[in-house]
């Protein structure tokens, strides 16, 4: 016979964690629903990108509660604005914040019986988003062992960076609510120890670039030496401070990519070229897996700029194309080529949109931001690099929390 749960407690915990940039990509599941890689993927952790997440957790029955916090200023550190200044992502996502974009901020439907939510201007996020991020909260929720639909759970959620910017939030976004969900729940799950761990709850998201920002640096999914095919799990193969590369963002296209990385995993087997990738991807991670370790920015670049081209290769060649190129783009690889001919070390590398991400050393790292800003197709640059991964900021659970903020 089951014996009767004692009734689960309380719980409020906030959770940093930042974006990745992938040198090498994942691109085409056996599982897309598990998000079961066909390919093992390695990337970097970053740090001025990041989402920023609390999960407050009641066990008395009601309605949950979604919202997204306009986003927080970026600040001098993290961009650097092009020449066209403020007539793209800065000003859109400010737009946005304020409410004067429909499609992503009107105020949420319980929004009147919130006086808080007035007060900091949280939004809605939309019924497709707000489902994803529910469906992942529950599966948490069963984990640590609550009947579905036990409690009621708030989340507010807030990037660093604009969310018209055309740059993927959903790695930094799930690896957030993974760790403040858990700690919200109280699943005893510590971020070093615990980090494979964490990483395989993510990776249940069904985004698998949330999957490797769980951990810092340099990051390659799945671990050779993890065991099951079927749970795969990330390891770090250096920490941040093992290099600390640069990774200079040129946005040149904020506007929603027509084709989701999901809908190009399912294609990627379409294209006639993709049994040849994977057959070539073992020897092009072995070279960036020692050129990592040696330092050797040289062999790194031309590796990460030519699994950038045949990823796109790929995307271009399924049936049908996904085309996620604009001649933006195209400006901004011959920009990182003309810099590499005067003597600029920079190699490029695009995930599945518009926007490239331009690495380098970190000594190089002013000089290639000041020559991005100057293309004329860059509508503002984000100025990032190798980051440490997520962090607890606040973990709370039953008498720790006051009444008040018991009764969200
Ligand atoms: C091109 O299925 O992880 O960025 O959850 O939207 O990040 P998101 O997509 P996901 O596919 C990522 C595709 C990629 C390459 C990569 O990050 O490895």
Redesign the pocket.
């Known amino acids: 016979m089951r014996s009767p749960r004692s009734s689960p407690l309380p719980g409020r915990a906030t959770a940093t964690a930042p974006a990745?940039?992938?040198l090498?990509?994942?691109?085409g599941?056996r599982d897309?629903a598990h998000?079961l890689?066909l390919n093992p993927?390695l990337?970097m952790t970053l740090s001025a990108c990041h989402t920023r997440t609390t999960v407050d957790f009641s066990p008395a029955p009601g309605e949950d509660e979604v919202w997204l916090a306009p986003r927080e200023l970026a600040g001098d550190e993290t961009v650097v604005i092009g020449p066209t200044a403020m007539t793209s992502a800065v000003a859109a996502a400010d737009a946005a914040a304020a409410g004067d974009d429909p499609a992503r901020g009107v105020p949420h439907p319980e929004a009147e019986q919130h006086p808080e939510s007035e007060q900091h201007n949280w939004r809605d996020p939309g019924p497709a988003f707000t489902a994803r991020v529910l469906a992942h909260l529950d599966n948490l929720r069963r984990r640590a062992g609550l009947d579905p639909g036990a409690g009621r759970f708030r989340v507010v959620t807030v990037n660093s960076f604009p969310s018209s910017a055309g740059i993927?939030s959903?790695?930094s976004g799930?690896a957030a609510l993974t760790v403040a969900g858990a700690a919200a729940l109280g699943l005893p799950l510590h971020l070093e120890r615990d980090a494979g761990e964490l990483s395989s709850l993510a990776r249940q998201?069904?985004?698998?670039?949330?999957?490797?920002s769980l951990l810092g640096g340099f990051v390659l999914w799945p671990d050779p030496a993890g065991g099951d095919a079927d749970d795969p799990r990330a390891v770090q193969l250096h920490p941040a401070d093992h290099w600390r590369l640069a990774d200079l963002v040129a946005l040149v296209d904020t506007g929603a990519k027509e084709v989701?990385?999901?809908g190009?995993?399912r294609l990627a087997p379409t294209s006639p070229y993709f049994a040849r990738r994977l057959e070539g991807l073992p020897e092009r991670l072995d070279r960036v897996r020692r050129a990592l370790a040696d330092r050797d920015f040289a062999s790194l670049g031309t590796a990460v700029e030519e699994e950038a081209i045949d990823?796109h290769l790929i995307a271009m060649s399924s049936r049908p194309p996904i085309f996620y190129w604009t001649a933006g783009t195209v400006d901004v690889l011959a920009a990182v080529r003309r810099l590499r001919a005067d003597g600029v070390p920079a190699c490029a590398t695009?995930?599945?949109?518009p926007n490239v991400h331009v690495l380098c050393p970190p000594e190089a790292a002013d000089s290639v931001a000041a020559r991005l800003a100057e293309v004329p197709s860059v509508l503002s640059v984000l100025r990032d690099g190798a980051g440490d991964g997520p962090v607890l900021e606040e973990a709370l659970r039953g008498e720790a929390l006051t009444q008040s903020e018991e009764s969200w």
């Open positions: 990745n940039i992938a090498v990509k994942y691109w599941a897309l998000a890689p993927s990337s993927a959903s790695a799930f998201s069904g985004s698998g670039s949330a999957t490797r989701s990385s999901l190009g995993h990823l695009i995930d599945a949109g």
